[in-house]
């Protein structure tokens, strides 16, 4: 035993006497991350001179000499080697260098490439405020629009007090000859509605072993699309059915066809709601599903993975359900419920799909449109249908001042060929995007 430990000790020595002060970073890259902030990317020494890099040194001056220097930040975490230099001035010129340290101390610092940089942001050249998030931007939207329907129904309510007692009556004579919604086994001839809620490779069911269905109406018109579309947006709005409803309610509405087909997907909505014991109900599939028959069915998509468990519920095998199906259509003619069946698993795959979203950062997209009179499809990544057609330039997101108008001084792509002889005189981040428009 003590001549195991004195062979340790001889080797750990022998360590300690070799060892040397660390090479600098084999490379230190500077970028501008916001109008306030520099982004920092850095690699270890080609090398470590035999002893373990514990710790890296960032510096930063306003000085060419690096003196003095106005901050300094020790990022000890080397498996992430980057750092965010903030609370700069805007528009200021900084230098900054990097370090690294092993038990024997720092080694010499690596200037940046570029050697400066200045805190800015393309907002800086157009003058334009961040954007709100979308669910901030809905959530405004909608807060006004409740606001403006308020106003009007109490101006309407003032206006006309005489007629409340014609719209009590029509409204309960309309009520006497519509039909309850309920689940249906099979369609028919009209305009249903479905939610499909997976919990892995299996998917809910009502107790009669069917996915839950509802009737909207017994026909749909040459607008379904432009009703589809409406419904999308309902979508994002599933909290606020009940006030859609009073909205579109009888007393409010005209005998428009439209505003009664879009009355009759809320209360389909509202049924489902109320019947699965949920207000999310999904997201919608990018398109109805039609059939020889008169049929269209407007499908929701809902993981169950990440929401909370549903009281009462049956689950069955996807597997199991489509057999089940097989057995009782007909595969010359499928109804539009046959065909969703049979394609099933290729909407969950695609729905998984469309919930991914794009790591941070700066990406070239490219946007392809397809137009007819009633609709525009754009076209997509097959892995990501949720984003456009896009290739990723870097991990930092912010597009400095220099980069901003170096790309408006750009037309047109053809252009930007023309100008290779030029590219050295770009700034450094436009270098990237220069590569990847060529690649385009």
């Not at 470590?48 to 040194?57: L, R």
């Not at 157009?126 to 308020?150: C, F, M, V």
């Not at 007692?165 to 309309?174: A, E, G, I, N, P």
Request: glycine share 4%; charged share 20%.
């Amino acid at each position: 035993m003590p001549v195991v430990a004195l062979c340790n000790a001889t080797v750990l020595n022998h360590y300690i006497f070799h060892s040397r002060s660390p090479d600098a970073p084999s490379v230190v890259r500077l970028s501008v991350s916001s109008s306030t902030s520099l982004r920092v990317d850095f690699q270890e020494p080609l090398c470590v001179n035999s002893a373990v890099i514990t710790k890296y040194k960032v510096s930063w001056s306003s000085s060419p000499t690096l003196s003095p220097l106005l901050g300094e930040m020790v990022v000890e975490d080397t498996t992430q080697l980057q750092c965010n230099i903030t609370g700069l001035t805007p528009g200021a010129y900084y230098y900054v260098q990097v370090s690294s340290y092993n038990m024997k101390g720092w080694g010499p610092p690596l200037v940046s490439t570029p050697a400066c940089a200045s805190p800015s942001s393309w907002r800086d050249v157009d003058g334009r405020a961040p954007r709100l998030r979308q669910k901030e931007a809905l959530d405004q939207l909608l807060d006004q629009i409740k606001e403006t329907h308020r106003h009007c129904l109490c101006h309407e309510q003032c206006k006309a007090p005489q007629q409340g007692r014609k719209h009590s009556v029509s409204k309960s004579l309309r009520h006497l000859f519509q039909s309850t919604s309920k689940f249906v086994r099979s369609l028919k001839r009209g305009l249903y509605l479905t939610t499909i809620m997976y919990r892995d490779d299996n998917v809910l069911v009502t107790p009669e072993d069917q996915i839950p269905i509802v009737e909207v109406e017994d026909s749909y018109s040459n607008s379904l699309m432009q009703d589809f579309l409406w419904f999308t947006k309902v979508s994002y709005l599933w909290e606020e059915i009940p006030w859609l409803q009073q909205c579109l309610s009888p007393t409010q509405m005209s005998c428009s066809c439209t505003l009664q087909t879009r009355m009759k997907m809320l209360q389909a909505i509202s049924y489902l709601q109320g019947m699965l014991g949920t207000q999310d109900l999904g997201q919608v599939y990018f398109e109805p599903i039609k059939d020889k028959h008169g049929n269209a069915l407007l499908v929701l998509l809902k993981d169950m993975n990440v929401c909370p468990n549903l009281d009462g519920v049956r689950w069955m095998q996807l597997c199991k359900l489509q057999l089940q199906r097989k057995s009782i259509s007909s595969p010359d003619e499928p109804t539009a419920l046959d065909t969703l069946l049979i394609t099933l698993h290729e909407k969950l795959v695609f729905h998984r799909r469309s919930r991914k979203v794009l790591s941070p950062g700066l990406y070239l997209g490219y946007l392809k449109l397809c137009t007819s009179m009633e609709q525009i499809r754009v076209l997509v990544p097959q892995k990501l249908p949720n984003v456009l057609c896009h290739t990723k330039i870097r991990d930092n997101c912010n597009v400095s001042r220099e980069e901003w108008q170096w790309l408006q001084a750009l037309s047109s792509l053809d252009e930007s060929l023309e100008m290779d002889h030029d590219i050295q005189s770009a700034p450094t981040g436009c270098c990237r995007i220069y590569a990847v428009l060529l690649k385009t």
